[in-house]
């Protein structure tokens, strides 16, 4: 990978032509669509191809069909994340005054699957993981509670807690959720296309997260995508600092 270097950088030089902040998008002969103000993550996906020449040529158009599908898909992911919620509120409602720790532990898995499922389908629903996330800090303090009279257990609590919110700002990255989403709306031949779309932010924690056979993978791909988009004369702002948060260059 340092062999490629210096001839990427040759190869990228600085961007001339207008863009809207979007990596690639130019403001020429631009579609209107009119995206939803709280986009579900299949129609995210669909933003972040359409004009954008980190996706195949075929992919950058973004049809009508596939507009009205995506958005039917992130209506029904989101009104099941809704029926959850609500679902878990009447089952805590339903819960004797005392439980068992473990019975906290299935409370406090469930709680946590929603929350990363209310991210990865976004849109309105990603309201609901704020009050997820209220809702087990209040199930944890009623758990350290009922294990007052053994310190051992508190501190194995505390610890895996610590974790946890250790954790969080990476899980719950809402790229880290849709890529990691077991029905993701990223199709795998897409991904270093998607994170080089994200913010810095985003694309630090996404690679954050991967193994490094998989990390190195994604950061060859990367390099020799930019070198063919260069090619082609397209404009990609700020494609050297999303480069090296994704740890492809130094």
């Keep these: 990978m340092v062999l490629m270097l210096g001839s990427l950088i040759a190869e990228i030089g600085v961007p001339t032509a207008a863009h809207d902040g979007k990596a690639g998008t130019k403001l020429e002969s631009k579609p209107m ?20 020449p980190l996706f195949p040529v075929q992919r950058q158009k973004v049809t009508a069909a596939e507009l009205a599908i995506a958005r039917d898909r992130d209506a029904r992911d989101a009104r099941e994340v809704k029926q959850e919620f609500l679902d878990l ?14 019975e906290f532990k299935d409370l406090r898995k469930r709680i946590d699957d929603l929350t990363r499922k209310a991210i990865g389908v976004g849109g309105e629903v990603t309201e609901i993981a704020p009050e997820l996330e209220e809702l087990r800090a209040v199930v944890i303090e009623s758990w350290e509670k009922g294990l007052e009279a053994s310190p051992t257990d508190i501190e194995a609590l505390q610890k895996a807690e610590q974790l946890y919110h250790r954790g969080a700002s990476l899980f719950h990255n809402p790229l880290v959720v849709q890529m990691t989403r077991r029905d993701s709306p990223i199709p795998p031949e897409e991904t270093v296309p998607t994170i080089l779309s994200e913010d810095i932010t985003s694309i630090s924690v996404a690679m954050e ?32 600092v999303k480069l090296r948060a994704m740890g492809a260059l130094p």
């Design 33 to 52: 669509i009119l995206w939803s103000k709280k986009l579900g993550s299949f129609e995210r996906h669909l933003q972040r191809r359409h004009q954008n």
């Design 89 to 102: 509120l009447k089952f805590i409602d339903r819960l004797p005054s005392q439980i068992t720790s473990s």
């Design 209 to 240: 997260i991967l193994p490094t056979p998989e990390r190195i993978r994604l950061q060859q791909t990367a390099l020799q995508l930019v070198r063919e988009v260069r090619a082609r004369g397209e404009a990609l702002p700020d494609i050297e």
